[in-house]
C-alpha cells in the first residue's frame, strides 16, 4: 500500500512556541491530506482537511490561526501548532488518500507532542 | 447532529473465538464504510470498505456487514489470535471527502 511519512515523531517544546509537524505522501500524489488529533483512550477528530494549492478546510470548533496549514505540493503539507500551550498536547496524525485505489486512507505514524 | 458509535470500549475474548465489533451511526448517507485497525502509538491501518450495496465483504478471516436500514455495520474476526488485539476504528465519509472515525473499540485476545 501506499506509503505517508511524518516528521517529528514526538517533540517536547514550552508553553508559547510554535511547532510544524510535516506530513508526506512518499510513493503518490496527494490533493487531499487530513490532519486528525487523538487524546489518550479517545478516537481520532478530525481537524481540517487540506488541500493542495487552497486554504485548508476546518471542522467545527477548531481555530484555524491556532493550527495552520500549508499544502504546498501534490506530497507535502504541515501542520503548525502557534503558540503552544500544555492543553495542546495530544497525537497528531495525517492521512492522504490515494485516488488510484478504493478510497482509504493511508496514515501517517503520528507525531505525539508534549506542551510543558 | 452525525454520530458514530462503537458497541463498546473494551471487549476481551478467548483466542480462538469470534470477536464481533458493531459501528451504528446516525444522521449519516454513506455510500460506503471503512474499518482500520489502530495499534498503541501508531496511526490507524486500512482494513476493509464495503458499500451500500453490499451485504458483506470477506477478507481472510476478516467479515463485515453492512445494514443501511439499521444503520449499522458488524465487523467480525474468526478464529482470534492474540496478534488480533488492538483497537478497531469504522469510518464514514462525510460530504466534503473528509473521514469521521468511530469512538473505537479495544480488542484483547485472551491466549
Known amino acids: 500500500g501506499a506509503v505517508v511519512s511524518q516528521h517529528p515523531s514526538r517533540v517536547i517544546c514550552k508553553s508559547g512556541t510554535s511547532v510544524k509537524i510535516e506530513c508526506r505522501s512518499l510513493d503518490f500524489q496527494a490533493t487531499t491530506m487530513f490532519w486528525y488529533r487523538q487524546f489518550p483512550k479517545q478516537s481520532l477528530m478530525l481537524m481540517a482537511t487540506s488541500n493542495e494549492g487552497s486554504k485548508a478546510t476546518y471542522e467545527q470548533g477548531v481555530e484555524k490561526d491556532k493550527f495552520l496549514i500549508n499544502h504546498a505540493s501534490l506530497t507535502l503539507s504541515t501542520l503548525t501548532v502557534t503558540s503552544a500551550h500544555p492543553e495542546d498536547s495530544s497525537f497528531y496524525i495525517c492521512s492522504a488518500r490515494d485516488l488510484r485505489g478504493i478510497n482509504e486512507q493511508f496514515f501517517g505514524p503520528g507525531t505525539r507532542l508534549t506542551v510543558l | ?111
Not at chain 2, 482494513?47 to 436500514?69: A, G, P, Q, S
Not at chain 2, 439499521?70 to 496478534?83: D, E, G
Not at chain 2, 488480533?84 to 479495544?106: I, K, P, R, V, W
Request: a neutral charge.
Open chain 2, 1 to 111: 447532529s452525525q454520530k458514530i458509535e462503537q458497541n463498546s470500549e473494551a471487549l476481551n475474548i478467548q483466542e480462538g473465538k469470534t470477536a464481533t465489533l458493531t459501528c451504528n451511526y446516525t444522521n449519516y448517507s454513506p455510500a460506503y464504510l471503512q474499518w482500520y485497525r489502530q495499534d498503541p502509538g501508531r496511526g490507524p491501518v486500512f482494513l476493509l470498505l464495503i458499500r451500500e450495496n453490499e451485504k458483506e465483504k470477506r477478507k481472510e478471516r476478516l467479515k463485515v456487514t453492512f445494514d443501511t436500514t439499521l444503520k449499522q455495520s458488524l465487523f467480525h474476526i474468526t478464529a482470534s489470535q492474540p496478534a488480533d488485539s488492538a483497537t478497531y476504528l469504522c469510518a464514514l465519509e462525510g460530504t466534503g471527502n473528509q473521514f469521521y472515525f468511530g469512538t473505537g473499540t479495544s480488542l484483547t485476545v485472551i491466549p
